[in-house]
Nanobody, 123 residues
Framework: QLQAFGGGLVQAGGSLRLSCAAS????????MGWFRQAPGKEREFVAA????????YYADSVKGRFTISRDSAKNTVSLEMTSLKPEDTAVYYC??????????????????WGQGTLVTVSS
């Protein structure tokens, strides 16, 4: 029901836009999140957006560089990534948390997950 796409190879300092498309249901009023998992590391929170009020949340490591946004008409959530660093290399996952919301920072809050899309940042 969630599909993430837009990953690829980019040089350090470059930009990339990931999108998460929902099918089979509308995710209005859900909280949408992006997580990532680097090789050999645990999956970590990146950013989240609460559809109902558009509040956004970011991990400190991406604050000021990444922007999460929504397109209600297309039922999609995007992650605009700028000033990319090699340490941003990871598989990126989108996820959805239905109301009542859990903490947007924790994986366990999210009921729906998309398959990952790989982002590779070369130095």
């Amino acid at each position: 029901q969630l599909q993430a796409f837009g990953g690829g190879l980019v040089q350090a300092g470059g930009s990339l836009r990931l999108s998460c498309a929902a099918s089979g249901r509308t995710f209005n009023n859900y909280a949408m999140g992006w997580f990532r998992q680097a090789p050999g590391k645990e999956r970590e929170f990146v950013a989240a957006l609460r559809w109902i009020n558009s509040n956004t949340y970011y991990a400190d490591s991406v604050k000021g560089r990444f922007t999460i946004s929504r397109d209600s008409a297309k039922n999609t959530v995007s992650l605009e990534m700028t000033s990319l660093k090699p340490e941003d290399t990871a598989v990126y996952y989108c996820a959805a948390d239905r109301p009542p919301y859990g903490s947007s920072w924790y994986e366990s809050s999210y009921e729906y997950w998309g398959q990952g899309t790989l982002v590779t940042v070369s130095s």
